[in-house]
T-cell receptor, first 113, second 111 residues
């Protein structure tokens, strides 16, 4: 079962614009992570935000977390063509003895030059 | 450091054939995972391991077996492949910051 659901499923923007992707989840979490996947490649970890944090920055990335609404957003500012990829949120919950990451279906981002 | 590597990169099997996918990591991580990724879906956990000699079932374990004889290696086996196992398989290991490091994937087609 998928815990994280990303919205939108696909996003197409021009270089220089900002891209916002949203993630909703269902159960309590320890942290929420965002990953990027370039076509035909493995996932790459972008950023982790803990359940007691509300906002986190890393370079052009800004992640927010609202545990009351069980939602998170990933903002990529001043997008570049190289940002074209699929972006996945993953919720991390301690379940019966191990850390379990549950991934959403992802948002496909296309950044046009 | 090579990180997480997977072999093979591509494979085509006929229904009923068997094969083993190999995952290796050189980061001395304890936890390792096998996922499958299907179109329009996120990754689904097949099996995982919390250390050498231990394995456990994930979300979709049926039709797969795993072994972790050495800390750096995590093997995924398909005893009798079925078309429903056509997928891209990813291995990952867990870093100290709770982030997962992924391999490049194995694209498997079962005819």
């Amino acid at each position: 079962s998928q815990q994280g659901e990303e919205d939108p499923q696909a996003l197409s923007i021009q270089e220089g614009e900002n891209a916002t992707m949203n993630c909703s989840y269902k159960t309590s979490i320890n942290n929420l992570q965002w990953y990027r996947q370039n076509s035909g490649r493995g996932l790459v970890h972008l950023i982790l935000i803990r359940s007691n944090e509300r906002e986190k920055h890393s370079g052009r990335l800004r992640v927010t977390l609202d545990t009351s609404k069980k939602s998170s957003s990933l903002l990529i500012t001043a997008s570049r063509a190289a940002d074209t990829a699929s972006y996945f949120c993953a919720t991390d919950a301690w379940t019966g003895g191990y850390n379990k990451l549950i991934f959403g279906a992802g948002t496909r981002l296309a950044v046009h030059p | 450091n090579a990180g997480v590597t997977q072999t093979p990169k591509f494979r085509v099997l006929k229904t009923g054939q068997s094969m083993t996918l190999l995952c290796a990591q050189d980061m001395n991580h304890e936890y390792m995972y096998w996922y499958r990724q299907d179109p329009g879906m996120g990754l689904r956990l097949i099996h995982y391991s919390v250390g050498e000699g231990t394995t456990a079932k994930g979300e979709v374990p049926d039709g797969y077996n795993v072994s972790r004889l050495k800390k750096q290696n995590f093997l995924l086996g398909l005893e009798s492949a079925a078309p429903s196992q056509t997928s891209v398989y990813f291995c990952a290991s867990l870093g100290l910051g709770n982030e997962q490091f992924f391999g490049p994937g194995t694209r498997l087609t079962v005819l």
